[in-house]
């Protein structure tokens, strides 16, 4: 076994688990959280050999999920448009039929808010609430300031906050 | 409220998806050893046919049958010596299912605003 396969195996050891976590967050469904991550892996195993230590490993690893992520996203939002519909529609409607969801109502409601940010934004969401990545981690990923996530993250719970109590009225 | 508790995971899920993954390196360098070994034999079969049609082409055109009419171009000619019954049609309309084109679109690239603006200039 290679120096560069040993340091992938170790990768997938170390970070699958919590990437997929994210990927299945981002992408609302079991089959294409798998897909992806698959995709997500082999670009870091054609990716390694230029591996130059720049970043750390983890900011690297999650650095190539979260482009690809958002990749994967935009290609969504084509597929979805040249069926006329919307990725939001889509997404909803990923949630609300999700068999693998067990959680209680206002959680599905918040999954669904969470899905209707912008792609940028939730990403930032979905690492700091579910994946609790501390602010600097977000800002090694994403090249985003500290203060600019804040930011953007404190707009996103505003949004979510609002969406879900006009959900309540509307109950 | 609890935060990873409301999506469940099949038991053994992430074990599985963890093989497949570890199988990466191996199934890349599979795939280009296959191409590598059959290489020389495609160079080879591919120059033979290129000196067999080219060399058919020149004996038909050397024994003057391309001279019947002369206002074919020599591109015409190969053409025909290639296919002289005429059952191959050269330029056929592509018929693209939904789904090659909704394939093509993804891969090239294209955003949701380009393609609302080309929809928009068709309807005009």
């Known amino acids: 076994m290679s120096d560069n396969e040993r340091i992938f195996h170790q990768l997938v050891k170390d970070y699958s688990e919590q990437l997929w976590w994210h990927v299945r967050r981002m992408v609302g469904t079991q089959e294409d959280a798998d897909d992806l991550l698959q995709e997500i892996f082999l670009k870091v195993w054609n990716a390694l050999p230029s591996f130059r230590g720049e970043s750390g490993l983890y900011t690297w690893i999650w650095r190539i999920a979260t482009n690809e992520t958002l990749n994967w996203l935009r290609k969504e939002r084509v597929r979805a448009a040249l069926r006329f519909s919307s990725i939001d529609a889509e997404m909803e409607r990923r949630i609300q039929a999700d068999p693998f969801f067990n959680g209680t109502e206002a959680q599905r409601e918040l999954s669904k808010a969470v899905a209707k940010l912008p792609e940028k934004q939730r990403q930032i969401f979905v690492m700091r609430w579910w994946d609790e990545l501390s602010y600097d981690e977000i800002s090694a990923i994403t090249g985003t300031s500290v203060g600019a996530l804040k930011a953007s993250f404190h707009i996103a719970q505003k949004k979510i906050k609002l969406n879900l109590e006009e959900l309540d009225v509307s109950k | ?124």
Do not use: C, F
């Open chain 2, 1 to 124: 409220m609890a935060k990873r508790n409301d999506i469940s995971l099949p038991e053994g899920h992430l074990e599985a998806l963890q093989e497949k993954l570890m199988a990466i390196p191996a199934q890349q360098q599979e795939a280009p050893r296959g191409v590598r070994r059959l290489a020389p034999y495609l160079a080879y079969a591919a120059s033979l046919a290129a000196l067999v049609l080219m060399g058919n082409a020149i004996l038909r055109y050397s024994a003057g049958t391309a001279n019947q009419d002369e206002g074919w171009d020599y591109v015409s000619y190969l053409a025909q010596s290639l296919d002289p019954d005429g059952q191959i049609e050269l330029i056929a309309a592509p018929q693209l299912s939904d789904e090659e084109i909704e394939s093509y679109l993804i891969a090239s690239n294209i955003s949701v605003e380009q393609l609302y603006s080309v929809t928009y200039e068709e309807d005009y």
